[in-house]
Structures are given as C-alpha cells and as structure tokens.
C-alpha cells in the first residue's frame, strides 16, 4: 500500500509541508498548485526536495474548468493543459487531476467531454503524462462519479482514467458499491476524506469541513472497500481542506493522516478478507476490559493533602513500592497511585503541570499485541528503566505527553501488585464509601487536538464516539465527545476547550497542558456512597438551590427525593432507559476534581444537561476560595 497526501491538507510553506509528510511516514505527496505557486524554488528544486525526503509526487492538482468549453475558451483550455504539462515534467511526475467543469460557459453532453478528454489523453501520452478525471460534487454537468466514468469509458484513451475521492461520493448519497464495476486499472489515484454530518452548502463544506478517515461520520470504509474490490493497486491519498488543520501543527496533521490510512485500510482487510490485499497485518483492535489504574505526580507535601481527599474519599494506603516513592491506594477494584519520585517521567509531569494525573494503565487481553498495535498505528512508544524489583509494562505516550499503560492476565503483569508493592495496613484509613470501578476518566485539552486523540483511542481499542455537544460554561463552550465501549468498560470524556476563560481553558492554562481533568467512581447506592463521604469530613461541591427546584419541575420528582438530592449536592438526569445520579468533590490544585456517579438502568450519558450547573457552583467555589471565604 503505498500512501499519500496533498499538501493543501496541512499547514505552513511547501518546505514545511513536504518535511513533515516524509516524516509522518508517507510514500508520496500531491502537489496543490498553489502550494508551488507560493513556494520561491523552482520546480526542479522542488522536485530534488521531493526526491531527497524520500517521496514521490503521485499528482499535480487541480486543472479546472478544462471540459466542454465553446470556443475560443476550448482551445484556451487546451493551450493552459499543455503548460501545466511542461510543469510536471519539471516536477517530475506524470498524473494531472481534471476536476469536473463548474463554468457557467460549459456545455453539457457525456460525448462532448469525451471527446475533451480523449484529446488531452493524445497530448499527454506524446510526454508519457496520464490525465486523471473527476466529478466535483458540485460541477455544472458532471458530479457523480458515475458519470464521469462513462466519461473516461467513452474517451477510450490509456493515458485517461478517473480519480475517486471519497467525499466527493459519499457527500452526495451516492452508494460507493457503484464503484466495483470500474477497472481498478482506470482509476489512477484515490482520494480520501471523511467529514462530520452537517447540512450545508456542498462547496462550503467540502472546503472548511473534511477530516481524517474515522474522524468523521461518512462511511468511507465502505466507499475504501468498493475501491479495492476493483482490483486497484495504486496510492491512497488524503486530500483534506479543513481549517483546523491549516492552522495547526503540519508534523501532528500530517502523523494524524497516515495513522488514519493505516487504520482504514486495515478495516478494509478485514471486512473484505477474500480480497488478495497487499497490506500489512495488525493485531486487532483491542477491547479494554478496565481501567486498571490512574496514576498521579505530585511533590511530598502535596501528596499528603492528595491522599488526605482519597482517604475520605474512602481510599485506603494499602501498598509502597519497594524501592521508588511511590504508594498505592485502593478500594474496590480502583488503584490510584500518588508518585513523588525526583527522576523520570512523573516528575518531569510534576514540573511541567504541578500535582496531575499524569498516566492511565489499561486491562487488555494482551498487553504486548496492544503495544504493538499502537505502534503500526504510530503511538510513541514509551518505556524507563526498570529495576530487579519492577516489571517491564507495554506503554506509550497518551494525552499530554503523558502515558498509557497496559496491563493483562495472561503474562506475569498479573502479578504487578505483588511483584513491585509491600502491603501496607494503613491506620489513617476511613470508613469504605462504596466506591467499585472507574467509570469514567475526562481529558480535558485545547479544542484544536480533540480528533487527533479522537483518532488515537478509536483507531487502537474497540470503541465508538458520541456526537460532539457543546458544554455551556459561563465564560464561554467547551466541546465535549465521548469515546466508549459497548461494555462500558472503558469510557473517556473528551473536552476541548477554545477560550481561556472557561473552566476547562484554566485547567489547560494553570497546569501547562492537556492532562486528566477529573475521574468519576462509580457506587451502587450514591446515597449511601453520601453519607459516608460526609462521616468522612469530605465536602462535596454546592449546587444551588435553583437547580433543585427546576429539576422538580422537569421531571416531576417528589418531595421527598428533591430534598435527599438537595441534601446531598446530588445532581439528577435520566433519559429513556434509565437513571443518573452524580456529586463532585471540591477542586483539587489548579482544577482537578472527582466525581462520584450512580447509573440505574441502561443509562449510557454522563448527566450533559448537568454540566453548566455543575462548572457555574465550581466557579463560585474558585471565587469564594479566592476572596477567603
């Protein structure tokens, strides 16, 4: 499989572009005209450019508006063609995209293009050029892909052929399975890109909406999976206009397309395993049975008042490890680590974000095929060195240069807790608050890195993402989407944050970084879990009374079960299925904070309708801290 991107997809010069596709892994680049237009090299400094990073330039792009022109603009069309091919040979590659005419002077009639087309196909072939032909989803005759194959049947030319681009297709309803019918011979490049659902003008989204494969909500797998039914073997490219992207980093962009080609293609292998496909084999995406841990950095003192919140959270010290600074607390089948080692990666997490929940440890079937997936799919690898008392633990880099590691059943990381731990009998420990698992952990980070790690976690573990919603905070949004599993075994909130002024934007600012922003326990009975809390001496964030009386009127509780929530600081939601019951903790440092959730019935929310109530009562608590109070 060779792969390639166009340089519109990313941003800064073509230099910048061009180091960081090679660098990201690519095979070629399709080179957007204005890109080189802008660029101040010649054509065969870009070529060298080109050649010494280790690429090939799969195509020159776009030709507009060539076909079915009256005169004296036919012969004008043609007159440009053969300059743009004096171009390519300077370039040095031999495929030209024609995009579909969207001029108000073009003639309509399939022959007529044909004709166009095969005329060009005589002058290119003189060269050793190759014309590629496709359908805008929004071109004046032609905008399907169907057509403009029978536009390339009829030009019956071997320097002629079609070009496929996913959104072009998939934008328009067409059903991709119209694809298989085409040689895969006469489809010269493919073109790939997802888009989230919007219902807008095709042009405007087209030029400010597409996004990575998987990172949208278009079935280009489906449309990938047509492709290569066809038998086609040429490069898979990325063409993405998104302003997001062109304004972000070119080396995370461009990293975040090829690992989205690498998981495309490797669900394509496996829903079309009769297709003799030349691709690589992954492991396959790992289903993640816990949470197995989350561990924190923090300094000596401020993991004193750490493990004072934990203890009357109802956590217990029940471990130190055996030759590094660092203790575990537990309860029910939830480990929190409070790290406060002077070396490695928890106090360099330490020094950049201050007291953080830095890292995640994860239960899958296999930790090493885990790691070896995240690495086909370009994870970082992550690793330290490791004493006679610790165990080597498969991990990579996560979310705020942090780490994920991987922990299973089957090899000696079951023994973890044993091997590298002394049991401890903590006589500072408080009454147990019911807690059982992690439900849920929430990242909190700039908006602008939400579909990297929406890629990231989709493209490694079985899991499937929610609509993005839009959190109402009162200085501002805050985009929210939820990554899950149908097991709800592993779930992450996701919250982008695109001003300073909101909570989550201060979190991001005061800590230096994208981190985990809060975790949330689960209890069978929060009421119990409650009551605990408060024999514990743990305060619990204050709602206002504003809240309660609206939700007797929402959902018509009684008065009673108002009261026991008011009581409490619990907050209420429910949907068809079932019941959600939720308190908070008060900050912790520069905005962490905990959660506590109940869910009665097949509830699979996160209380969303809850949130502004919620981030407004820790703002008021953020002042009152403030002014003394």
């Not at 519109?8 to 005209?33: M, P, Q, T, Y």
């Not at 086909?376 to 080597?392: I, K, R």
Request: hydrophobic share 40%; proline share 4%.
């Amino acid at each position: 499989m060779k792969t390639s991107i166009a340089t519109v997809s990313i941003s800064g010069d073509l230099r910048e572009k061009l180091e960081a596709i090679a660098a990201a892994g690519f095979d070629g680049v399709e080179i957007f005209e204005n890109d080189f237009l802008a660029f101040d090299r010649s054509p065969r400094e870009v070529r060298q450019m080109v050649e010494d990073l280790g690429l090939a330039i799969t195509l020159f792009q776009p030709f507009r508006d060539f076909e079915g022109l009256p005169e004296p603009q036919r012969g004008e069309a043609f007159d440009r063609a053969e300059r743009k091919f004096d171009l390519m040979e300077q370039l040095g590659t031999d495929l030209i995209l024609i995009c579909s005419n969207v001029s108000p002077l073009a003639l309509g009639g399939i022959d007529r293009a044909a004709a166009d087309l095969r005329a060009l196909g005589e002058r290119a072939a003189r060269r050793n050029l190759r014309i590629g032909y496709e359908a805008l989803a929004w071109g004046r005759h032609v905008n399907d892909h169907r057509d403009a194959w029978e536009i390339v049947r009829r030009a019956e030319h071997s320097n002629v052929g079609i070009i496929l681009d996913s959104f072009h297709t998939l934008s328009r309803g067409i059903d991709p399975n119209s694809i298989r019918s085409i040689p895969g011979d006469k489809i010269f490049i493919v073109q790939l890109a997802d888009a989230p659902r919007i219902d807008m003008d095709l042009l405007y989204w087209s030029r400010h909406f597409r996004s990575m494969p998987g990172e949208g909500d278009l079935p280009v797998v489906d449309f990938m999976r047509a492709v290569a039914a066809t038998g086609y073997a040429g490069p898979i490219s990325l063409e993405i206009f998104n302003d997001q992207f062109r304004a972000g980093s070119p080396r995370t962009i461009a990293a975040d397309g090829h690992r989205s080609l690498v998981y495309l293609m490797d669900q394509v292998r496996t829903s079309e395993p009769d297709l003799a496909l030349d691709l690589p084999v992954l492991p396959p995406r790992v289903e993640v049975r816990g949470v197995a841990f989350v561990e924190f950095a923090a300094d000596e003192t401020e993991a004193i008042s750490l493990a004072t919140q934990l203890r009357r959270l109802g956590f217990r010290l029940s471990g130190r490890h055996k030759s590094k600074s660092v203790e575990r607390y537990t309860q029910g089948d939830i480990n929190i680590i409070i790290n406060t080692e002077r070396e490695g990666l928890a106090h360099s997490a330490y020094i950049a974000h201050g007291t953080s929940a830095y890292a995640m440890g994860l239960s899958v079937e296999d930790a090493e095929a885990t790691a070896e997936r995240a690495r086909a799919l370009g994870a970082q690898m992550f690793g330290q060195n490791v004493g006679s008392d610790q165990l080597p633990i498969p991990a990579i880099r996560g979310v705020g240069g942090g780490a994920i590691y991987f922990l299973d059943e089957k090899s000696p990381l079951r023994s973890v807790w044993e091997v590298e731990f002394n049991p401890v009998d903590d006589d500072q420990a408080l009454s147990d608050a019911g807690l059982l698992r992690i439900d849920h952990v929430a990242q909190t980070m700039n908006y602008e890195e939400m579909l990297t790690w929406l890629l990231f976690y989709r493209s490694i573990f079985v899991t499937e993402k929610s609509p993005m919603v839009d959190v109402v905070d009162p200085s501002g949004l805050v985009r929210s989407q939820v990554i899950d599993n149908s097991s709800g075994t592993l779930r992450l909130t996701l919250n982008g944050a695109e001003s300073h002024r909101t909570l989550a934007g201060r979190f991001i600012a005061e800590t230096f970084g994208s981190s985990i922003q809060h975790l949330a326990f689960s209890s069978n009975d929060i009421f119990a879990t409650a009551e605990a809390l408060r024999a514990n001496g743990m305060t619990t964030l204050e709602i206002s009374e504003n809240y309660y009386a609206d939700l007797e009127a929402r959902f018509r509780l009684p008065a009673s079960m108002i009261e026991t929530l008011r009581a409490a600081n619990i907050l209420y939601d429910r949907d068809a299925g079932g019941e959600f019951f939720q308190l908070y903790s008060t900050n912790i440092g520069e905005g962490f904070f905990f959660e506590v959730v109940e869910r009665r019935g097949p509830y699979n929310g996160y209380g969303a309708l809850n949130a502004p109530f919620r981030i407004a009562a820790q703002k008021r608590a953020i002042a009152n801290t403030h002014a003394g109070l």
